[in-house]
Each structure stands twice: as structure tokens, then as C-alpha cells.
């Protein structure tokens, strides 16, 4: 059975655009769509109590309606519906688990480019093993997802110090399915020459640029075999890495990042390249969980 491209639907401006952007992207895969609903309050005996019967008729009328307003825009689009009980980040947690991926809404900082993912956003990237997707609440971001026109390039950033083939693989697949070029990005710090106060050495920048470049045309080799339609462009920059996937990725159809899977003390863990392109991209944002 195919595994579904999940959303969560919370009556806001943002989940709306979340919605239909998720609803493309099941077209493109030709998955089905789940909108999902989730609210606090359940009582030990499995009764609601914590929802009055107006709330429960709002949450059926909310699932419905997107879901009417989805399968008009989509007609061939398969839409499934599940209002479920429990702390958001906890229950959508769990969706994503038995999803393909799940995609959030996420505000933007007004005249500022960026995102406010609040706790329940920052739970589920950081507790779920499948790939999370945020989508801006912009008017920009909610025209391009209703729009049936082109996409614009996925960009990766790689890490060609500590790679994985997960974030490759996700946005090679993104790529072939919506006929754009991928962007492959990697971005190390140039060493400054010795001295307080000297300036970069371009040879040196040069020559760290091929280098990167090398390893790049290296690791994304066996997926320009796999996808030999799909345009790429590799780029070496320096620089912050974060800075540059947030520049690169300006004006991009999806900014595909990674995510280490790994346990602490302090629980599971956001990167600081990952949570910085989290809160400040311009674009949609996948996070792909990785080994």
C-alpha cells in the first residue's frame, strides 16, 4: 500500500498553504494525501473532554472543506482525513512515522524572510525519522502552492566531510519528478593566511574550491546515473555554510537539507546548519533524517 504525503491542518493561513503544497506533491508521487487534524484533551477513557461539541464540529468542518477545496483543485488526488487526540508534536510525530513525509505550515517574520516554527515544528523535526517539510504562510508561498506551473530548482546542501546519500537521494527523486534542475551545494571555511588581520588567499580559495568540487562531482555520480534526465549544477562556495544555502536557495521550489539521527541526554538533535536554514529560508524547506 502506498504510503501517503501527510499534512497537519490547523485552520490557519499556513497549513492552508502546507495543504495545497502538500497536495502537489502527492500528485507528483502519486501517493495519497492525509490531512490531519490534532488537538489536546483526550480523557484516560479515550472520551474527549477536553473538546466541546462546537470544537468537534469545527475540526470535522475544517478537514472537510480542505479536503473538498483539494480534490476540486486535484480531481484524480486521493484525500484521506484523521482527527486525532494528543499533544500536536507528539501525534504528528507519530503520522510522519507511518507517512512518506509530512509537511508543516510555518509563519513568516513579516518583512523578514524567514521562519517562526514554533515548538510543535521544532518537535516533530527533530523527533521524527522521516522527512518533515515546511512550507512558508506567505502570499507568495500560498500562490505557488495552488499553482500548476513550473517549479523552480531544488537546491541540497552536502556535507562532503560527513556525506549521506539520504539528502541526495530526496532531492534527485524531487527533481526528476517535477522536471527541474538540482543544485548540489557544499560550502567549506576558506583559512585565512597567518597574520592578525590579513586578508583570504585567493590561491588558497582557488584551490579549496576544486577540491570540493572533486568530491562533489564524486558523491553525486551514482544519482546522475540513476536520473540521467535531471539537470545539475555543482556549486563550491565558501563561507558559512548556512549563509550560503539561505542565499543559493532564494527563489528556490524546495531547499532540501539533512538531519543526523542521533540520541543524548538532551534529547534529539537539530544541527546548526539545518536549524539555521530552518529559520531564516525564503523557500520551503525539507528536512531529511539520516543514519
Request: aromatic residues 4%; hydrophobic residues 40%; contains cysteine.
Amino acid at each position: 500500500m502506498n504510503q501517503s504525503i501527510a499534512v497537519g491542518l490547523d485552520g490557519s493561513a499556513e497549513s492552508a498553504a502546507a495543504a495545497h503544497w502538500a497536495a502537489r506533491e502527492a500528485v507528483l508521487r502519486e501517493r495519497p494525501l492525509l490531512l490531519v487534524h490534532c488537538e489536546e484533551g483526550p480523557s484516560p477513557v479515550g472520551i474527549r473532554a477536553g473538546r466541546s461539541d462546537a470544537r468537534e464540529r469545527w475540526a470535522e468542518a475544517l478537514l472537510t472543506d480542505a479536503s473538498d477545496a483539494l480534490r476540486e483543485a486535484h480531481p484524480h488526488l486521493r484525500v484521506d482525513t484523521k482527527d486525532v487526540d494528543g499533544p500536536p508534536g507528539v501525534a504528528l510525530t507519530e503520522v510522519a512515522a507511518t507517512s512518506e513525509m509530512l509537511v508543516l505550515g510555518s509563519r513568516g517574520l513579516g518583512t523578514v524572510s524567514g521562519y517562526v516554527l514554533g515548538s510543535v515544528g521544532l518537535a516533530v523535526v527533530r523527533g521524527s525519522e522521516r522527512t518533515v517539510v515546511l512550507v512558508r504562510g506567505t502570499e507568495e508561498a500560498k500562490r505557488d502552492a495552488r499553482s500548476h506551473g513550473a517549479y523552480g530548482p531544488v537546491v541540497v546542501g552536502i556535507d562532503v566531510d560527513r556525506p549521506s546519500d539520504a539528502p541526495l537521494a530526496f532531492a534527485f527523486e524531487e527533481a526528476a519528478h517535477r522536471e527541474c534542475p538540482v543544485c548540489v551545494l557544499h560550502s567549506a571555511a576558506t583559512p585565512p593566511l597567518f597574520g592578525s588581520g590579513m586578508s583570504y588567499d585567493p590561491a588558497v580559495t582557488e584551490q579549496l574550491t576544486r577540491q570540493v568540487e572533486a568530491k562533489l562531482n564524486e558523491l553525486i555520480a551514482p544519482w546522475q546515473q540513476r536520473w540521467p534526465t535531471v539537470r545539475v549544477d555543482v556549486r563550491a562556495t565558501t563561507g558559512r555554510a548556512a549563509d550560503q544555502i539561505l542565499e543559493n536557495g532564494a527563489g528556490a521550489g524546495l531547499v532540501v537539507v539533512g538531519r543526523r539521527i542521533r540520541r543524548s541526554s538532551m534529547g534529539a538533535h537539530i544541527g546548526p546548519v539545518t536549524h539555521n536554514v530552518l529559520h531564516h529560508a525564503s523557500s520551503p524547506v525539507a528536512v531529511v533524517a539520516h543514519r
